[in-house]
């Protein structure tokens, strides 16, 4: 079946530092969805992507579409103890299904 | 909207006991979602449900879990005997769909479940 495989497993990083993510899927996607989980709490959405090459911004946070709708990236600027959390990417596997991936577990020494 | 709702927020109970948890998705929306978090598998879809009826259950570890949603405002997710692998938090979604293709989904607060 479809696999979304996500790197790295663990990101820590000194406050003020950049952060990436990355997304791999084993099949091409129609669409993307980024959702951020915070320690104790539930996965929440975020942004989703649909066009080939699609970069969003929302204020620090930068998101990527590959141009093969393969793959997708998260990066975050001057990263802030705010953004603590698992940050899970997800690609449709057929109709309203979502296929997650393991996800990034993000720390902030401040 | 006061967003989706799970009840109960923690459960613990002994092996052999049967589990029921409860959902009540954003109103409004088409489709409801299962899933099971642990640290080593993640985020798994048990099954899910669109326009009260259960479209894919292949998640669905085995026939100790069932799931229902007798109408658009509430499911449950019962887990009967319960095992100690049965431990995890589990969490049920809602999402509002068209097409038929994958939408935003919004999560509750989820169910931590401890089998003892």
């Known amino acids: 079946g479809q696999q979304v495989m996500q790197i790295p497993q663990y990101q820590h990083v000194q406050e003020g530092e950049d952060f990436t993510t990355y997304c791999n899927s084993s099949t091409t996607l129609s669409n993307i969805q980024w959702y951020k989980q915070r320690p104790g709490g539930h996965p929440v959405f975020l942004i989703q992507l649909v066009k080939s090459g699609e970069v969003k911004k929302q204020k620090r946070l930068t998101f990527q579409f590959g141009e093969a709708k393969k793959n997708s990236s998260l990066h975050i600027t001057a990263t802030q103890t705010t953004d603590v959390g698992t940050y899970f990417c997800?690609?449709?596997?057929?109709?309203?299904?979502?296929?997650f991936g393991k996800g990034t577990k993000l720390t902030v020494n401040p | 909207d006061a967003g989706v709702i799970q009840s109960p927020r923690h459960e613990v109970t002994e092996m052999g006991q049967e589990v029921t948890l409860r959902c009540k998705p954003i109103?409004?929306?088409?489709?409801l979602f299962w899933y099971r978090q642990t640290m080593m598998r993640g985020l798994e879809l048990l099954i899910y449900?669109?326009?009260?009826?259960?479209?894919?259950d292949s998640g669905m570890p085995e026939d100790r879990f069932s799931a229902k949603m007798p109408n658009a405002s509430f499911s449950t997710l019962k887990i009967q005997p319960s095992e100690p692998r049965d431990s995890a938090v589990y969490f049920c979604?809602?999402?509002?769909?068209?097409?038929?293709?994958?939408?935003?989904?919004?999560f509750g607060p989820g169910t931590r479940l401890t089998v003892t």
């Open positions: 997800a690609g449709p596997s057929g109709s309203e299904k979502l296929v």
């Open positions: 979604a809602s999402s509002f769909v068209v097409t038929g293709d994958s939408y935003e989904q919004y």
């Open positions: 449900f669109n326009n009260n009826v259960p479209i894919d």
């Open positions: 109103s409004g929306h088409n489709s």
